[in-house]
């Protein structure tokens, strides 16, 4: 995820630089106490179950990351009406994610998540997976997002928040500040009418008083 808000400029890069390396010091230190806090080996390390392959663990991660790092997308990098249900959004992508893979490749979807155990436990041969797949996802929900906004998604229902509103607030706001200098009662004349002009009531229309037969 921390890739991804890169690519798209939610986070700095040098700010990504450092977060990344935290990310696995913090991951380290939660599984070492982990592991000295609870009896037995530690569980919760990924590792390949039910037959998957290498390749299958790769992609597997990869589709995976992808749907999560496109919702943070979606719903916390776009701003928009929905964006304070982000973290229901996508604690809900993190739910998909486990329930699909966790039998196939124990759901990493972040280096750390892997990396930390097995600093702990021991690394398993294949480890590279969880590194090589979780990056492929982010580059590929960014080629999606890339896309999706080159072709301009947001006119595919235009309006859906609060854009047509604001467009129209000027408008109001000019018809009620005309109707503020109006008397109740009053008609607009002709000329009101035609240039918008109010006139005041202790003013004569000298271009119809012009048409009088004395010419006053």
């Not at 995976?64 to 009406?81: D, I, P, R, S």
């Amino acid at each position: 995820v921390t890739l991804g808000l890169m690519l798209v400029g939610a986070v700095k890069p040098l700010r990504g630089i450092l977060i990344i390396p935290t990310q696995l010091v913090a991951a380290i230190a939660a599984a070492a106490v982990v592991d000295g806090l609870l009896p037995g080996p530690l569980t919760v390390t990924n590792s390949l179950g039910n037959g998957t392959s290498k390749a299958q663990g790769v992609f597997l991660e990869m589709f995976l990351t992808a749907q999560l790092v496109l919702t943070v997308y979606f719903l916390a990098v776009e701003k928009h009406k929905a964006t304070y249900l982000a973290p229901i959004g996508i604690g809900i992508a993190v739910f998909i994610a486990h329930i699909v893979g966790v039998n196939y490749t124990g759901t990493s979807i972040n280096p750390a998540r892997s990396f930390g155990p097995a600093c702990i436990e021991g690394f398993v041969g294949y480890h590279w997976i969880y590194w090589v797949g979780p990056l492929m996802g982010s580059l590929l929900a960014y080629a999606v997002y890339a896309i999706l906004k080159w072709l301009e998604y947001q006119s595919a229902n235009p309006g859906q928040d609060d854009g047509d509103v604001e467009k129209a607030m000027p408008a109001i706001t000019t018809t009620s500040t005309t109707a503020q200098h109006q008397k109740p009662g009053h008609r607009s004349s002709p000329s009101e009418a035609s240039d918008g002009t109010l006139q005041s009531p202790g003013l004569k229309d000298h271009r119809q008083a012009s048409l009088s037969p004395n010419g006053a």
